[in-house]
């Protein structure tokens, strides 16, 4: 019977002190999407904001090669460069108040909401509608079909 209350103190102890780092983590991240600026770095408010910060942050020598590259390019081929430096800078895997702000937009994954705003970024250059709504539906049905070929090739590499 010993062993039993023990056991029963042991998990209840354990299970309180779980739920006590959740509180902890989601009291950081409430606190987190509110700053302007994390680790240093300005944290855009919107998509706007992002599209503003990207035009001073880049050259003319930049935007002019960025330009070169049609929108479906540059989403794919700036993904590991321009979109690794907008996820780890405006934290976006963490959360911040342009994640939250890409979240009710409808981009849902920091990998997404980074395509959406280099496409949006080559928009606003190029005079282009923005036209959100079938831009984030563009990029998720792209995402979609890459993680399906992902899959694919995991699958057929695994079953051989």
Do not use: C
Not at 25 to 38: C, D, S, T, W
Not at 122 to 142: A, F, P, S
């Amino acid at each position: 019977m010993k062993r039993i209350s023990f056991f029963l103190v042991f998990v209840i102890a354990a299970t309180s002190l779980v739920a006590q780092k959740a509180m902890e983590r989601e009291r950081a991240y409430n606190k987190r999407i509110q700053k302007e600026r994390l680790n240093g770095v300005y944290i855009p408010k919107d998509l706007p904001d992002a599209i503003a910060e990207l035009n001073k942050l880049t050259s003319r020598e930049a935007r002019a090669k960025f330009l070169q590259m049609g929108e479906g390019d540059a989403m794919v081929k700036l993904h590991f460069s321009l979109g690794r430096w907008i996820r780890e800078n405006w934290s976006l895997w963490e959360g911040s108040r342009l994640s939250v702000h890409m979240n009710k937009m409808g981009a849902t994954h920091p990998e997404m909401m980074s395509r959406v705003i280099i496409v949006a970024y080559h928009r606003y250059l190029t005079k282009t509608d923005l036209d959100l709504k079938t831009l984030i539906g563009q990029v998720e049905q792209y995402v979609e079909k890459k993680r399906d070929k992902e899959r694919k090739e995991y699958q057929q590499y695994h079953d051989d």
